[in-house]
């Protein structure tokens, strides 16, 4: 097959942007021919609220010189314009919801305007997938027939060693932005004890924030930008992955944590409820409660044999969201649309 895969986002940390480069690379190894278009290789305006307007002209204007195509597949609403110009069978792919992703970023009324495009593009599409129940269910009320497909990674890149930076570590790794709850992050990392030890790594609009609690405490650490292998070895070297986030689809970080063997501590919001089963495979708590996150933290850190049990849990289940099983149902679910 010929496939086309269309995504605001590339490399880095991100979800998406690791979600297209896995079914790439799963793809090519089976012979498939996989073009990308990308923020990589498309002009896209590097100012926050221009990014992904400046990536849908862009990609629109771009995909109409992509010819001979047998699957069209955009990821995230912003790549979903760019399938009118192209020849094809069209597939768009949903991480979250994208209003109420938005309504998180930047209130009601900017939400209820992206309402109005969210159901212009999916309409532009022959198929339809999302990552979550909660993705399914908001779709389907919607009108719009929906496949789920979960995010995936890639079980061979998890390191088997790596090396501890501090006792009681703890680590964050994601966008660092209000809908992943950095906000409920500082406010807990600014009552954190100081043996307690915290691992910001990413970036984002809240990267300031955390630069400031990171200078008035010693034992908050930024990290910055990091490369995938080395955040990999940061989780498996860490006793807790935070995840406190307050909207969120089928996590990749959370399934890299299980992957690692790293116990986690995250929001009890649909999407993460999905993977992580409260006290068994990892602990849920209230979202946007600081205290609620630092009193689990500080039971946890102090209860070894629990994030172990609930690690080596999370350890089985994740090999359901390897990219050998998660691919075959993209390439299952491609062949009965062409066919």
Not at 40 to 51: F, S, V, Y
Not at 149 to 167: C, F, G, H, V
Not at 277 to 299: C, F
Not at 318 to 339: A, H, M, R, T
Request: net charge positive; hydrophobic share 35%; proline share 3%.
């Amino acid at each position: 097959m010929n496939i086309l895969l269309i995504s605001p986002t590339s490399g880095g940390i991100g979800g998406i942007a690791q979600h297209v480069d896995g079914l790439s690379q799963f793809l090519t190894r089976l012979g498939h021919q996989v073009d990308i278009i990308s923020s990589a290789n498309t002009l896209t305006i590097p100012i926050k609220r221009l990014q992904n307007p400046s990536f849908m002209i862009s990609s629109f204007l771009k995909t109409k010189f992509k010819k001979n195509n047998d699957i069209i597949h955009a990821h995230h609403l912003a790549g979903a314009l760019a399938m009118k110009n192209a020849s094809g069978k069209k597939i768009l792919s949903i991480h979250g919801v994208y209003s109420k992703n938005i309504a998180q970023l930047y209130g009601k009324t900017t939400s209820n305007i992206s309402k109005k495009y969210e159901k212009t593009v999916l309409n532009l599409a022959d198929a339809i997938t999302v990552n979550s129940n909660e993705g399914y269910n908001y779709y389907t009320e919607m009108g719009f027939n929906v496949v789920q497909i979960p995010n995936a990674i890639d079980l061979n890149i998890i390191p088997k060693k790596s090396t501890r930076q501090y006792e009681n570590q703890i680590i964050f790794a994601g966008r660092l932005s209000k809908e992943k709850g950095v906000e409920i992050l500082l406010e807990t990392g600014a009552h954190l004890p100081d043996n307690y030890h915290l691992l910001i790594a990413g970036s984002g609009p809240l990267e300031e924030k955390v630069k400031k609690l990171a200078a008035k405490k010693s034992n908050i650490h930024y990290l910055g930008y990091q490369q995938k292998q080395d955040v990999l070895s940061f989780i498996h070297s860490s006793d807790l992955l935070l995840q406190p986030s307050l909207e969120e689809g089928i996590s990749s970080t959370i399934l890299e944590a299980m992957g690692c063997g790293t116990c986690i501590l995250a929001s009890n919001i649909e999407g993460i409820s999905e993977v992580v089963q409260n006290g068994k495979t990892g602990v849920l708590v209230e979202p946007n409660n600081s205290n609620a996150l630092l009193n689990e933290i500080q039971d946890l850190l102090q209860k070894k044999e629990k994030r172990l049990r609930m690690a080596n849990e999370g350890l089985e289940i994740v090999k359901q969201y390897d990219w050998q099983e998660v691919g075959k149902l993209y390439l299952n679910f491609y062949e009965s649309i062409l066919n």
